[in-house]
């Protein structure tokens, strides 16, 4: 990785920090917004990252009330994952500091 990146890397991570959201919060948050009602599995294959770890994830967005899980009405085994206000409100913000990073 070169040193440009890295440090792109923690000056969002330190702006991002100030709104309560880890990296990883952050690209979760925006997967969801992409892709309204996606799969917790989604996710984790998208990302990349163990479904453990996406879950942990997810259970600490859904805790600071980002994230809510729905049934899904054909399959009721499945979760959908979805945004809530707050969320979009934080994603929006999270965009801009990515965006005055580039």
């Known amino acids: 990785m070169s040193d440009v990146t890295r440090l792109a890397r923690r000056a969002f991570d330190r702006r991002a920090a100030g709104l309560g959201l880890t990296r990883a919060q952050w690209r979760t948050l925006k997967l969801i917004q992409r892709n309204e009602g996606v799969s917790q599995s989604a996710i984790a294959e998208e990302l990349e990252m163990e479904a453990i770890a996406v879950g942990r994830v997810i259970d ?37 500091i990515a965006d005055e990073l580039r």
């Open 60 to 96: 600490r967005l859904q805790q600071a009330g980002f994230v809510e899980r729905r049934h899904d009405p054909n399959d009721r085994r499945r979760w959908c994952l979805h945004l809530t206000e707050r969320a979009h409100e934080v994603t929006d913000a999270m965009q801009m």
